[in-house]
């Protein structure tokens, strides 16, 4: 016999507990709920309703991916973020909360009938995010793999967002001379190559590319702050998430480029999350 939700559930969490699950509760029930493609509101609803011979097989299957340290994103597809579902997958970094506080940051400075670009974009999430917030806006969205541009794609198209255009290359390379937008973001590789968070937790399944920068994971920033003041539009502004210790750094190297109004703004813990600059010709 099959175990019923709530026991199933709670076998679960213990195995995952036993596995080292920082959200063993979180993480048993995100995946149940894809088996049943139900709500999180049906485990509430009907715990003493039997998983099936299929449903039981499924869940066992992705408990032990997820008992191997694979995250749950990549084990179910999608996450969401600024509450857009959005497919992932393991050549694009998992949308964290975190960097909602680069979309926020951002919505306070694009001006009306703005264009705004997106530099690395992987699953598009800061793109669409903003774009779903401001239709009147025009957003593109970079990245240099073309598996993760296809993805970003795959995502508008499934959001119907029209004002949004993805393109693959390096960093600036896709865009003609002559562009210009009000506001660039981006979330680029930040990481220390010798860094010890990379060998731990779901970290260390994501891209190796979208998380390691030279300089001691300054290079992508120094590279995309000198770049931008050729595409950004006198007074535009330039936003990058970085490192909640590099804030000091990442402003030294805005103000060095000549950028005005250099501010670092603090995540949702209180760390240093986003840096940001105009550039005024």
Not at 189 to 196: E, G, H, T, V
Request: aromatic share 8%.
């Amino acid at each position: 016999m099959n175990p019923a939700i709530e026991l199933a559930l709670k076998q679960a969490v213990t195995q995952l507990t036993n596995a080292g699950s920082a959200s063993p509760q979180l993480d048993a029930a995100v995946l149940l709920c894809h088996v049943l493609e139900k709500p999180r509101s049906y485990l509430l609803t009907w715990p003493e309703k039997e998983l099936t011979d299929a449903q039981s097989a499924a869940f066992s299957a992705l408990l032990a991916r997820r008992e191997s340290g694979e995250p749950v994103a990549y084990i179910t597809g999608e996450r969401e973020f600024w509450s857009l579902p959005l497919k992932v997958a393991p050549h694009t970094l998992i949308p964290r909360p975190d960097t909602e506080r680069l979309v926020e940051a951002a919505l306070e400075k694009i001006p009306a009938a703005a264009s705004v670009l997106d530099l690395g974009t992987g699953t598009g999430a800061i793109a669409l995010s903003l774009a779903s917030e401001r239709p009147d806006c025009q957003f593109t969205g970079i990245d240099l793999r073309p598996e993760a541009a296809a993805l970003a794609e795959e995502n508008r198209r499934a959001l119907q967002l029209q004002n949004v255009r993805i393109l693959c290359g390096s960093w600036f390379s896709p865009l003609s001379e002559t562009e210009r937008f009000d506001v660039i973001v981006s979330n680029p590789p930040y990481i220390d190559a010798n860094d010890p968070h990379l060998v731990r937790g779901d970290v260390r399944f994501e891209p190796r590319t979208a998380l390691v920068a030279e300089d001691a994971g300054l290079a992508d920033i120094r590279h995309i702050c000198a770049q931008s003041r050729t595409f950004l539009s006198p007074g535009g502004w330039l936003l990058l998430e970085h490192g909640y210790q590099q804030g000091e750094a990442v402003r030294g190297i805005f103000y060095n480029l000549g950028y005005q109004q250099v501010i670092t703004v603090q995540d949702y813990a209180g760390q240093d999350r986003v840096s940001l600059g105009c550039w005024s010709v």
